[in-house]
């Protein structure tokens, strides 16, 4: 029995795996999380875990534990193995795919991770983690400005607005400024959606492979995998993608 705990900027996950199969998967917001089962003792933050009612004493007891993601440096909890997030997302897209030979593209809430992967073994990565532009964050602000949701903003990638904007926040003005010229929703939600796939194309021509996974909330943009494919690249959506770093943790 394995626990898996990916502590995303925006998302914490967690993943059960018993005799190599998922039992359960669960999700809560990384915010909500901390206020409601987080707790300093000295300089040192822990969670109560069994306090999510997410898993039982017994499972506690018995289980390993293995945590990544932006909270991982900060968890202190005894028994729990840390590791990083490229050993993990590459572990959970191994898992999910059974794919040996692949790029995986991770687009997470606040960074993007681009990492090469042959015979089932990382050989290189790169990450854009100084600034949210290519990432869900700068999705949820620029779906926010068109006052639209995030499954609306997916739907959307046929003719696309250009916005040449490589700043979040200077993205965002430029967005106000092709509203206020009077384009279509759709076509300023394909806009959008077009901007994510022209920072990440570069991050992924440095390692080309046949099949390009992608996990991470972003998966869930239909719009973003059309555009992608579009571009000339074949692309894999595990069945997890959100989850994807917290079975990587459950399965190393």
Same mark, same amino acid.
């Given at each position: &029995?394995?626990?898996?705990i990916?502590?995303g900027?925006?998302? =914490?996950? %967690? ?6 199969? =998922?039992?359960?998967? /669960?999700t %809560?917001d ?9 707790? &300093?003792?000295? /300089? ?10 997410? %898993?039982?004493?017994? #499972?506690?007891? #018995? ?33 999910q795919?059974?794919?040996?030979d692949?790029?995986?593209?991770d &687009?997470g809430?606040? /960074?993007?991770? =681009? ?6 073994a ?25 006052e ?24 965002e ?28 194309v570069? &991050?992924?021509?440095?390692f ?9 909330? =972003? ?34």
């Amino acid at each position: &029995m394995k626990i898996g705990i990916d502590l995303g900027s925006r998302k =914490v996950k %967690f993943a059960l795996v018993t005799e190599g199969k =998922v039992a359960r998967l /669960d999700t %809560f917001d990384t915010l909500s999380f901390y206020k409601r089962f987080g707790r &300093m003792k000295g /300089d040192e933050l822990t969670f109560d875990l069994e306090g999510t009612g997410l %898993f039982s004493s017994r #499972e506690l007891a #018995e289980a390993t534990v293995t945590a990544t993601g932006y909270g991982r440096n900060t968890l202190h909890l005894k028994g729990v193995r840390v590791v990083s997030e490229i050993r993990a997302h590459v572990a959970g897209a191994l898992f999910q795919t059974g794919l040996r030979d692949f790029t995986l593209l991770d &687009m997470g809430g606040q /960074d993007t991770k =681009v990492a090469l992967v042959r015979n089932g073994a990382l050989q290189d990565f790169v990450m854009n983690d100084k600034c949210a532009a290519s990432s869900g964050r700068y999705l949820e602000n620029m779906a926010a400005i068109l006052e639209v949701d995030l499954q609306e903003l997916s739907l959307h990638w046929e003719e696309p607005v250009r916005l040449d904007a490589t700043c979040g926040i200077f993205g965002e003005s430029e967005l106000i400024g092709q509203i206020l010229r009077g384009h279509p929703i759709a076509r300023l939600c394909a806009g959008v959606n077009q901007t994510l796939v022209k920072r990440v194309v570069p &991050m992924l021509r440095r390692f080309p492979s046949e099949i390009v996974v992608l996990t991470g909330g =972003v998966a869930l943009d239909g719009a973003l995998v059309r555009l992608l494919e579009n571009e000339g690249f074949t692309i894999s959506v595990p069945p997890s993608p959100q989850h994807n770093g917290a079975l990587g943790c459950a399965v190393i």
